[in-house]
């Protein structure tokens, strides 16, 4: 391989990282996390900021179900590397829209179970019901460590799934640091 074939590679190497860094960078920007302590729990709010895209709302009124999911995790953070892993939830939300009553029938699962229901014509109450959880119970204060590091951390992915750069997964991933003081 000569020289300037090489050069071409590394070139297309750097454009390659730097696109992904973006997105990764979009993704963070975009997932808002706020962990708060309370005396007996932890609790998240987030929100998926600029989620609710002329996509999305398309795929809605196509009648097709639509689903946002969330991976939450709270993480102890550890020496050498090792995180440990404190509690976990999977929490989803859901729209059917239906094009004869012209309803949107919303569900929000925690870890498989039904946690609420909701028949809304408001299109902006379902942009923030599929995008917006507020204090989200994620574990009691008595399995935490005092005067430790904690973050939570979230992926979150919807489906249908839209386009992304480059085709790739549309999952976004953010975190949230916070020392818990007992």
């Known amino acids: 391989m000569d020289h300037s074939m090489s050069r071409r590679l590394i070139c297309l190497g750097c454009v390659v990282a730097v696109l992904g860094w973006s997105v990764m960078v ?11 302590v309370s005396a007996d729990e932890v609790v998240v709010s987030f929100e998926l900021a600029d989620a609710y895209t002329p996509e999305i709302r398309e795929a809605i009124s196509s009648g097709l179900r639509t689903t946002f999911t969330y991976d939450v995790e709270l993480r102890m953070v550890g020496t050498f590397w090792v995180d440990r892993t404190v509690a976990t939830l999977a929490v989803s939300t859901s729209d059917q829209f239906d094009n004869l009553t012209r ?10 179970r039904v946690a609420e229901t909701l028949v809304t014509e ?9 995008t917006t959880f507020t204090r989200l119970p994620l574990v009691g204060t008595s399995k935490l460590d005092s005067s430790r590091e904690y973050y939570v951390r979230i992926r979150a992915r919807s489906r ?3 386009d992304s750069l480059l085709g790739w997964n549309n999952a ?8 818990f003081i007992r």
């Open 26 to 36: 979009r993704g963070a920007e975009s997932l808002r996390i706020v962990p708060l």
């Open 103 to 112: 309803r949107h029938s919303l569900l929000r699962t925690v870890d498989g």
């Open 122 to 130: 408001d299109e902006a109450l379902v942009g923030k019901w599929l």
């Open 160 to 162: 249908p799934h839209g």
């Open 172 to 179: 976004i991933t953010g975190q949230s640091k916070f020392t």
